[in-house]
């Protein structure tokens, strides 16, 4: 039967499908020459491949940011991989890279309406994750998302490599303060924009252990109260974006840096590649001892 496919049917597949040349000549055989037949056939299977692999740690991967062109609006979105070189691969930068284009315009507000999103060529962001998958041979996820829109105000982003990522919302369009804010963002990591957005069950945990920390020096509890105090405002700006000394100009801190514009930052989001998850340890040597046990 491998006769009847040409190698002209074999190139349209692998154009059609992104597979390589012995699976399309492979799919083509079983289908018995029908096209659509193997791209369906091939894609059923590559939603198997993607289901086998979906268990696998995923903690590599890239940030996408991308803003509109009147800066109305900015999206960013965190897709994980199992390997940094999968994470360099084309195919995986123009996925990560069409989903926050996609997201631009789409309503989306929670990660199951972000996967059900079309993505230009019509195929789902799901879809073509699992797509992804079975081409790449690793587990893809797309973890987290957000867009920021304003009608009055102004938004921005930064891109440090393709591992971090920050957007923020200003009350008033700013290109140059916007991107500076979003530079200093992703170089001191403050937790939130101001003091009161600090939980008290933040503010508590600290005091207690500058508490115990100030009881050591024997002092009187009203002067270690005013010690505590001290520490804690020392903490808020340490911790808030306000608070901190402005990366490119330390004597002034980004709260003057933004009045002296007569800004405002509403909020922002800073993305890092695979924060907060669980990264498997790899043992290499009991990993080869186990192979040659088992040879």
Avoid: W
Wanted: hydrophobic share 40%; proline share 2%.
């Amino acid at each position: 039967m491998s006769e009847n496919i040409s190698a002209a049917m074999v190139k349209e597949l692998r154009e059609r499908t992104g597979s390589g040349m012995m699976e399309c000549k492979k799919a083509l055989v079983e289908a018995n020459g029908d096209m659509e037949l193997a791209i369906e056939n091939m894609r059923k299977a590559g939603l198997a491949k993607a289901d086998k692999k979906s268990g696998r740690i995923a903690a590599e991967g890239l940030i996408g940011v991308q803003t509109s062109a009147d800066a109305k609006a900015v999206a960013m979105v965190e897709v994980n991989c199992e390997t940094d070189f999968v994470a360099k691969a084309d195919d995986f930068v123009n996925y990560v890279k069409s989903v926050a284009t996609g997201l631009l315009t789409a309503e989306v507000a929670d990660l199951e309406q972000l996967m059900a999103m079309p993505l230009a060529d019509g195929q789902s962001v799901e879809d073509t994750r699992r797509g992804l998958i079975a081409k790449l041979g690793e587990n893809i996820t797309v973890r987290r998302f957000e867009k920021y829109q304003t009608a009055s105000g102004g938004t921005a982003c930064y891109l440090h490599g393709s591992k971090i990522g920050v957007i923020v919302e200003l009350a008033s369009a700013d290109a140059e303060l916007g991107k500076d804010i979003a530079m200093h963002i992703a170089a001191s990591r403050p937790i939130c924009v101001s003091e009161d957005q600090v939980s008290p069950e933040t503010i508590e945990k600290e005091k207690e252990i500058f508490r115990a920390q100030s009881a050591e020096s024997g002092k009187p509890a009203d002067i270690i109260e005013k010690m505590v105090s001290g520490r804690i405002s020392k903490f808020l700006a340490e911790v808030t974006l306000l608070g901190q000394p402005f990366i490119k100009d330390d004597k002034q801190t980004i709260a003057k840096l933004v009045t002296s514009k007569s800004n405002k930052v509403i909020r922002f989001a800073r993305y890092e590649v695979g924060e907060g998850i669980e990264k498997k340890e790899e043992d290499f040597a009991a990993e080869v001892m186990a192979q040659v046990k088992g040879s």
